[in-house]
């Protein structure tokens, strides 16, 4: 009995404090699959999306599961009146999180790239499932914040996920604009014929065609050769000219502007940037990300996640940023960028304007070159994913044929609304199909959550080399007279600065204040070389050295010439780095 | 009504501080009082003028403020038309970009009151009928009330705390008035490392040593003023916010002093994009403001007109620039001021280049340009000024100098003086109403140039039963374009659209329903022709809202 007794208590004992020891046994019915919570608190099928409404449901079970790590806020609201939810992850029993160095992650600002909100989603609820089950997640979680925000654009997920549209649209929010310039506004969007909610292809019969259907899977439409004719035409997406001018589908009700063009940093008007809307953060969603972001000094990385086609991507947009993008700085997303390559197979480490295209006003370069913060931006899903095969060129970069191929053979055809005949008022006898807008660039079932993984993992590493700031001396020494001279060095740990080369070169941040407490300090200076005693001396206000930077995996020396004095104590206080203390 | 209450407050603060200092020289303003008529005046009674001609014009004018400030002050708007205002063309008059120049709102101000009120106006009125006017008499009232408050100082910048000199602290190094005058003028040292020196022909004045002329400088010269953070510069960091002529998207100078933290990141900014970029029927914009296209034209550069992204005037919107220059000499005469360039970020360029209309600007007055001095002595703009004003019998130009011990400078030999602040870009008062004259009766004759659309030589011909050719020509009788060249290119400018609306029992055998237009020249048509077949009665419309619609019936 008693040996029983002991049994059950070391059982317990050992599942609560160290359970990550014991996953080699059953809980409950189920069995530990590594890297994943085997029974999470938090019930979310990551092989499915979810709306704007199914999003707030697991919102509200994180917090309620989770009341000391996940905090909800809405940041702002959209321009059809939809608020902005940002989910604060941290461990919110210790230091205030404001004062911890932070990560941003935000999904789907061009919100046909619905993805990117599931994998946000899935970093703030696998960092809640593994915090003291995991001792990588449990000190990410004791040493930074997260600010996370699923969805940037909600309206134009919502006009994605319930009303008929592309794979393409609604890439930007709701407002509508005269896309056609003739003065009406969203006169002439698609019309869904079929009924099916995707707005899919109309051919038509022809016999001067130049297109037919293809030998091998008879539902792809291929070009005909140079001389020859084949049997169909194509007549573009769905739709009718509903205004007769001639042109079908020319003014949606989701209008043409792009919401990551409308960033602080190098903006230019529509007609340079296509997408640009009135001025930097004329639109309600980037206006609010702006406003929570510039109140969070202590976002020192970020991710913003796209689709598609497997990029890690940094700035510049243009090729003139280039000089604003500064080797110390670069080198730090050398770093990270080449782990990423590792880590998520078939995604390429890229510099967007060299790599993909130009953007001016984006969001990326605002992050890095106005606010100094190391953002990557992530493309969501490749071609290579469907063979793990490196892309051909094609349709998305594969080879139209194999996307057929892998719709055919592992969706069994689910991604395709088989050609089927309609009655058009202006094109008369045609055929609807095509693939469906979940298609192409959105990550099938059971290829998103390993997708969203990879890409958590290689985020959580970026976030983990925000900076972290450690004293890793502090010493004083009696030089006669009643004087002291102390000594403080102050490490950072990890890759990134506590300051990039863009912050210093255009003082974006102030300083970090490195402060003697507890006596009376008549120098303070920075040791450049404690052999050699060469030192800077602050003669302004000594007992708060300012300090313009600690680089990644560096040091800063400081030494002060006190007067009296008990419990002295020295405070670092860096915006990126957080604020500690030491006592002597 | 806050000034109104805080003014006694402030004589008594001005009374005890002169009460305090050794206070020698006799000719200084003591206070900052203004005598409505006879000086300048504040944001309540700039908006008291406007509320009494809405009020008084109750058909023509409409008042309403488009945001309020950080500094809580309206940003208003005068709305001065009638009927369907919103379809017909408007001029959009902008003052008060510059905190710094009183006469543009003040300017601005009066061109709605002499258009209202004046009754040698009373023909030009009619144009009411046709063209509407969007009056933003005061964008930088923050910075526009310095003027008015017990420390007078030139001031730019919005009420917004703001870390100017990108240290890490807010107005951590404001100006000081070490003479308690009132007024932020200059201070100098005697100190053998200066590089300024007193002026050869009027010792009062401060010019910059000429080395190469064999010149010594013995004087270091900086604003009034304390070094409050010990940082080594003087005044680099006061109440100052953000300025509104340096917060615009064109060229837009990032990370300097007094851009915010972007561009259009101001209240007063996005307030008035806002509401232009909603304003379709805008044809041009007019500016009170530092930069100059009136006196004399901008010049055409090729290269900077059409790389990728403009930096200069296109060609056709040159040939109007020169128009108007004309127009306006023949108005405003010999007292033109200086051209002068626009700068980055400012207002003026964002109107042409990023909003897309005729952008027009001009200080109203400067300083008069001396007669070419042959003296070798340097060329200063103060001794100018001193010299205009005596010869005008200004007064209160300047603060003479006066001896004070500063704690920065132990021991050392320091005075205060010098030019009076606002003085050098603002007229005295007495010279408004004439200036103000000029320029709406310059405002009013350019608004009569306005784009009209129209559709002229009208033709119907029978080619058959129930076939017929409608012909037409689209005019532009005005002098304007329809849209400037760059509103061609700005997405947001609303192009000509030309639609034809048929009946249920016609249709278009040829021809386009709808058209969008590129910009029509002054006195200038475009002929199209629909085919049409059926009976009945249609219609063709064409316009937009900056050049006026028009629309004809026709039968068949």
Known sequence: ?584 | MQSQVVYPVQYIFIALFLLQINFSTAAIRTTNQNNNEQDYQDHNQLSQRLANLSKNHPSLANLQSLTKTDGSKDIWLLTIGKGDIANKPALAVVGGVEGDHLLGSELAVQFAEKLLNDPAFESERDLLNEISFYIFPDMSPDAREQYFMPIRYERRGNARPTNLDRDGKVGEDPYDDLNGDGLITMMRIKDPTGKWMRHPDDERIMVRARPEKGEKGNYLLFTEGLDQDKDGQFNEDGEEGVFFNRNFTFNYPVFTTGTGAHAVSEKESRAIADFLFQAKNVFAVITFGPANNLTKPLTYNDKDANTKIFTGWKEHDIKINQQLSNLYKTHVGKQAPKAEPGQAGDFFQWAYFHYGRFSFSTQGWSLPETENDESDTPASQELNLIRWAEDHDVSDIFVPWQSIDHPDFPGKEVEVGGIAPFVMKNPPYTMVDSIALKHASFILEMAALRPKIDLVNIETEKLGTNLHRITAEVMNTGSFPTASQSGEVIRWVQKTVLRINLNESQNLVSGKPVEVLGAIRGHSALKRSWLIRGKGSLNIRVGSEASGFREVQISL
């Open chain 1, 1 to 584: 009995m008693k040996i029983i007794l002991l049994i059950i208590t070391w059982i317990i004992f050992t599942f609560t404090t160290n359970a990550q020891s014991a996953d080699g046994f059953a809980v409950d019915n189920f069995f530990k699959a590594l890297g994943t919570p085997v029974n999470p608190k938090v019930q979310v099928s990551w092989n499915r999306y979810y709306t704007n409404e199914g999003l707030h449901e697991i919102y509200q079970d994180m917090i309620r599961e989770y009341p000391d790590l996940v905090r909800l806020e809405s940041i702002g609201k959209s321009f059809e009146g939809r608020d902005l939810w940002l989910l604060t992850v941290t461990n919110h029993t210790s230091t205030p999180h404001q004062q911890k160095p932070a990560f941003w992650i935000d999904g789907s600002i061009h919100a046909n790239e619905i993805q990117a909100t599931e994998v946000s989603l899935y970093t703030a609820w696998y960092l809640v499932e593994n915090y003291q089950k995991n001792r990588f997640i449990t000190d990410l979680l004791d040493e930074k914040v997260f600010y996370i925000l699923p969805v940037m654009n909600p309206d134009g997920r919502h006009n994605f996920m319930r009303k008929p549209n592309t794979a393409h649209s609604s890439r930007g929010g709701m407002i509508t604009v005269d896309d056609d310039g003739d003065g009406e506004y969203g006169e002439d969007g698609f019309d869904d014929l079929n009924g099916d909610g995707h707005i899919t292809m109309m051919r038509r019969r022809a016999p001067h065609g130049q297109w037919r259907e293809d030998q091998d899977d008879p539902r792809r439409m291929t070009r005909v050769k140079q001389g020859e004719f084949g049997e169909w035409e194509l007549l573009g997406y769905e739709g009718i000219d509903r205004d007769g001018d001639g042109m079908v589908n020319e003014d949606r009700k989701d209008g043409y502007y792009d919401p990551n063009r409308d960033w602080g940093w190098n903006w230019q008007p529509d007609y340079v940037q296509r997408g640009a809307y009135h001025y930097p953060f004329s639109l309600p969603e980037t206006r609010a990300v702006r406003d929570f972001i510039m109140d969070h000094p202590n976002i020192a990385g970020a991710q913003t996640y796209h689709n598609t086609g497997g990029m890690i991507l940094r700035g510049p947009g243009t090729a003139k940023d280039e000089q604003y993008y500064l080797r110390e700085d670069i080198n730090v997303y050398d770093a990270l960028g080449d782990l990423g390559e590792k880590l998520i197979p078939g995604y390429n480490y890229l510099t967007l304007h060299k790599d993909l295209y130009t953007v001016y006003g984006g969001q990326i370069d605002w992050l890095h070159l106005m606010r100094g913060i190391f953002t990557f931006t992530n493309e969501l899903f490749t071609s290579y994913m469907y063979f793990n095969e490196t892309p051909q060129r094609g349709w998305f970069g594969s080879r139209s044929a194999d996307v057929y191929l892998f719709d055919k053979h592992l969706l069994f055809s689910d991604a395709f609304v088989p050609w089927e005949d309609f009655d058009h008022p202006q094109y008369g006898s045609i055929q609807i199909g095509g693939f469906k807008k979940n298609f192409g660039r959105i990550n099938p079932g059971f290829m998103l959550e390993q997708d969203a993984h990879r890409n958590m993992a290689f985020t959580l590493y970026h976030a983990h080399h925000t900076p972290k700031l450690e004293i890793v001396e502090f010493t004083a020494k009696d030089l006669g007279s009643g004087l002291q001279e102390v000594i403080a060095v102050v490490a950072n740990t990890r890759l990134i600065p506590t300051h990039a080369g863009v912050d210093l070169k255009f003082q974006i941040e102030r300083p970090n204040y490195i402060s003697l407490q507890g006596a009376r300090v008549l120098a303070g200076m920075t040791v450049i070389n404690r052999d050699l005693n060469l030192v800077q001396e602050q003669i302004n206000n000594p007992s708060v050295i300012q300090i313009d930077n600690i680089p990644g995996m560096s040091s800063v020396t400081i030494k002060w010439i006190v007067e009296g004095g008990n419990n002295i104590s020295v405070k670092v206080d860096s915006p990126k780095g957080g604020i500690i203390t030491e006592s002597l």
